[in-house]
């Protein structure tokens, strides 16, 4: 069983937004399952850390910006390779705000991502360029902060590119099953947990 170490272990809640839970506008099937999970296992921490997708109205990875497309379509953007979404977390709006269950007064540190119009940030280290920094790879350092026990939504898109980024910058990566929900678009969940296992993401059912 793994034992949680309160000096450098740190639990990193992924996007726990209205608009990932059922009656969203990108739900996730089931996504507010998490939050009574999450709300446990954040009692065995010392340190949270949570992420917030909060994209500005006309962001470019929303289909209603490209005419000829629909939402779950991939397209080319400059910086790569980008699944198109229903307009979903604006800032300021009910849906980007966290799933009223969510106990997060202890969060230390509150990651807004997705906020430039021209770039989307699945990553809770990186934007979708794989190279512009969010700011939490140093926060963490610099704080001392060595493991990440992952959990939110998606699994297969802001967990996934979260964990796989902490792995290539250094940090122990844990995902915690039982606090996550995925989107499964394609067999990306699949395929997520195929990479894990190349990058020495661990993937446990819980932490008990
Ligand atoms: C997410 C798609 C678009 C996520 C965010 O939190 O997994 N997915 N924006
Ligand atoms: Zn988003």
């Known amino acids: 069983?793994?034992?949680?170490?309160?000096?450098?272990?740190?639990?990193?809640?992924?996007?726990?937004q209205n608009d990932f839970c059922p009656g969203?506008?990108?739900a996730v099937a089931d996504g507010?399952?998490?939050?009574?999970?999450?709300?446990?296992?954040a009692r065995q921490f010392a340190h949270l850390v949570l992420t917030q997708d909060w994209h500005p109205a006309g962001?470019?990875?929303?289909a209603s910006q490209h005419p000829a497309a629909a939402p779950f379509q991939n397209i080319a953007m400059p910086y790569g390779p980008q699944t198109l979404w229903p307009d979903h977390?604006?800032?300021g709006t009910p849906g980007a705000t966290f799933h009223p269950g969510?106990?997060?007064?202890?969060?230390?540190?509150?990651?807004?991502?997705?906020?430039r119009r021209e770039i989307d940030s699945y990553s809770a280290f990186f934007e979708n360029d794989l190279t512009?920094?969010?700011?939490?790879?140093?926060?963490?350092?610099?704080?001392?902060l060595e493991r990440l026990f992952l959990v939110g939504l998606a699994t297969d898109f802001c967990v996934h590119?979260?964990?796989?980024?902490?792995?290539?910058?250094?940090?122990?990566?844990?995902?915690?099953?039982?606090?996550?929900r995925a989107i499964d678009l394609a067999g990306s969940l699949a395929a997520a947990h195929a990479q894990w296992a190349e990058a020495g993401v661990q993937r446990i059912a819980d932490l008990a």
Request: with cysteine; charged share 25%; proline share 2%.
């Open 24 to 26: 969203g506008a990108l």
């Open 32 to 41: 507010d399952a998490v939050v009574p999970v999450i709300n446990r296992l």
């Open 132 to 144: 512009t920094p969010t700011g939490l790879a140093g926060y963490l350092r610099e704080r001392g």
């Open 89 to 91: 977390c604006v800032q």
């Open 161 to 180: 590119y979260s964990a796989m980024d902490a792995r290539r910058l250094g940090f122990e990566a844990i995902v915690v099953d039982a606090g996550c």
């Open 59 to 62: 962001h470019s990875s929303f």
């Open 102 to 115: 969510l106990v997060a007064d202890r969060a230390e540190l509150i990651i807004r991502k997705g906020f």
């Open 1 to 16: 069983m793994m034992q949680v170490r309160a000096e450098e272990d740190v639990l990193l809640v992924i996007d726990v």
